[in-house]
Antibody
Framework: EVQLVESGGGLVQPGGSLRLSCAAS????????MSWVRQAPGKGLEWVSA????????YYADSVKGRFTISRDNSKNTLYLQMNSLRAEDTAVYYC?????????????????WGKGTTVTVSS | DIQMTQSPSSLSASVGDRVTITCRAS??????LAWYQQKPGKVPKLLIY???TLQSGVPSRFSGSGSGTDFTLTISSLQPEDVATYYC?????????FGPGTKVDIK
């Protein structure tokens, strides 16, 4: 069974940092691009970042560019999101999602499996 | 950047009704569009990709159409379990933006 389990969320002060992890199982992790999507309380889905299967290509929403870094360790089947300079508006549930293909083309970047999410709260 | 809009923002329909949701891109995106369903308190679920291809296991009452800038998601006969918010997402180029969502409930 394909499974994604996020961890690392919590309460952090504005300006602080947090690293989210997503442990993947049930599929060949390195063969698929992966994405992070967030959802602020009572709001819609916001795509945050994506990374190709090899890790060689990364993409970021304008709202997080320069503050967040996506990475992956294919030997550990784990996806990461390093979040720095956090702001109140980064408060959200962060979902890890498996994309449909390796990420060789943009056409691979839609999400067919989602984790349950981890909550990040940025507040003093 | 390409902007995604959806209409209506919410709708209320009766069981058995045909429901249509529209998604519009500010520039052409060919057929690089996916639709997701998020039930209250649940994780999003992929319904349709490539504008009109039904994801495995999704009921056939769901269908998608469109290309370029205008897309539709249709539920041919609304069921109580279809109460959810529906999102479109473009993936023709980075950024892989979602639409604002359409909330569907039962009248």
């Amino acid at each position: 069974e394909v499974q994604l389990v996020e961890s690392g969320g919590g309460l952090v002060q504005p300006g602080g940092s947090l690293r989210l992890s997503c442990a993947a199982s049930g599929f060949t992790f390195s063969s698929y691009a992966m994405s992070w999507v967030r959802q602020a309380p009572g709001k819609g889905l916001e795509w945050v970042s994506a990374i190709s299967g090899s890790g060689g290509s990364t993409y970021y929403a304008d709202s997080v560019k320069g503050r967040f870094t996506i990475s992956r360790d294919n030997s550990k089947n784990t996806l990461y999101l390093q979040m720095n300079s956090l702001r109140a508006e980064d408060t959200a549930v962060y979902y890890c999602a498996k994309d449909q293909g390796r990420g060789y083309s943009y056409g691979d970047y839609y999400m067919d499996v989602w984790g349950k999410g981890t909550t990040v709260t940025v507040s003093s | 950047d390409i902007q995604m809009t959806q209409s209506p923002s919410s709708l209320s329909a009766s069981v058995g009704d045909r429901v249509t949701i529209t998604c519009r891109a500010s520039q052409g995106i060919s057929n690089y569009l996916a639709w997701y369903q998020q039930k209250p308190g649940k994780v999003p679920k992929l319904l349709i990709y490539a504008a009109s291809t039904l994801q495995s296991g999704v009921p056939s009452r769901f269908s998608g159409s469109g290309s370029g800038t205008d897309f539709t998601l249709t539920i041919s006969s609304l069921q109580p379990e279809d109460v959810a918010t529906y999102y479109c997402q473009k993936y023709n180029s980075a950024l892989f933006t979602f639409g604002p969502g359409t909330k569907v409930d039962i009248k």
